[in-house]
């Protein structure tokens, strides 16, 4: 799939060195090279001033765990300035292929850079000047956001993770929306970056009101399921402090992805007795 934009306006404030995308997905690419499971797939592209830059998409597939696999989406990157959640996609996939029973019932689909050009250009917003965080189900113009969307209709997810990083925060918190078993995944959530991460405690952060590190809502345009697909999804969003040392953000939010997984399998498990 291919979306041009002939009228990219090119004359850009120069920059002085591009982060590079594909030192980044590197160690994917190995490991799909070779690995019965992960596939790789970056067929979804789009043409900004006529460069071509592609959604970078991965495809992992745990152990069969049942009857019918869980499909859950985690999304990275769509700030371009917060790299953190793009590099823990990687160790998090690093440690599936080193423990694929983790992900036991489960296909999980990757998407390390939502936005290919603000992470390039280390900026919040796209090339194009768009926080595309904004833009989701508002019928945007915006080429990531149309192949994104694309995506989250097509896969059918049965839940939806985006990592983030908050420059105003001093401690990791979660958003939570979607289905309501969501605000049961929170709290082991939370519990296990916690020990890499102070929580946020602040009643108010980001301008909600939260609880305990918990905010049940969020801006409108955010990343999310469809408007009117049913039954909802869970999503949560993960956001870690923007201080603390690389390394303990890419942790916790890699400890926070391993206990979603196992508290989601143990709900799907107990639901036929609900």
Not at 57 to 84: K, S
Not at 100 to 110: C, I, N
Request: charge should be negative; proline fraction near 9%.
């Amino acid at each position: 799939m291919t979306i041009t934009d002939a009228q990219f306006e090119t004359a850009q404030t120069p920059r002085v060195r591009r982060r590079s995308i594909a030192d980044l997905l590197a160690p994917l690419e190995q490991i799909a090279a070779h690995s019965p499971n992960l596939v790789a797939n970056h067929d979804a592209r789009f043409e900004p001033g006529g460069e071509t830059y592609h959604l970078p998409r991965y495809l992992f597939v745990g152990p069969n765990g049942g009857d019918t696999p869980i499909r859950v989406g985690i999304f990275a990157g769509i700030h371009g300035d917060e790299p953190e959640g793009a590099y823990a996609i990687v160790q998090f996939i690093k440690l599936l292929e080193a423990k694929p029973e983790l992900a036991a019932g489960y296909y999980l689909s990757f998407y390390p850079v939502c936005n290919p050009t603000g992470f390039e250009d280390g900026t919040r917003h796209s090339r194009r000047g768009k926080d595309l965080n904004r833009e989701f189900w508002k019928n945007s113009a915006e080429p990531e956001v149309q192949l994104l969307q694309a995506e989250l209709v097509a896969r059918s997810l049965h839940g939806i993770i985006s990592l983030h990083t908050d420059d105003t925060s001093d401690g990791f918190y979660g958003i939570v929306r979607g289905a309501t078993l969501t605000k049961h995944l929170i709290e082991p959530v939370l519990q296990a970056a916690e020990k890499f991460l102070p929580r946020d405690e602040r009643p108010v952060i980001d301008g909600y009101p939260a609880r305990h590190g918990v905010i049940r809502d969020a801006y409108d345009g955010v990343l999310s399921a469809p408007p009117k697909v049913r039954p909802r999804p869970f999503e949560i969003i993960l956001e870690t402090p923007q201080t603390p040392p690389a390394y303990l953000k890419e942790i916790a939010l890699v400890a926070a992805l391993k206990t979603i997984l196992a508290e989601y399998r143990k709900f799907i498990a107990y639901a036929p007795n609900l």
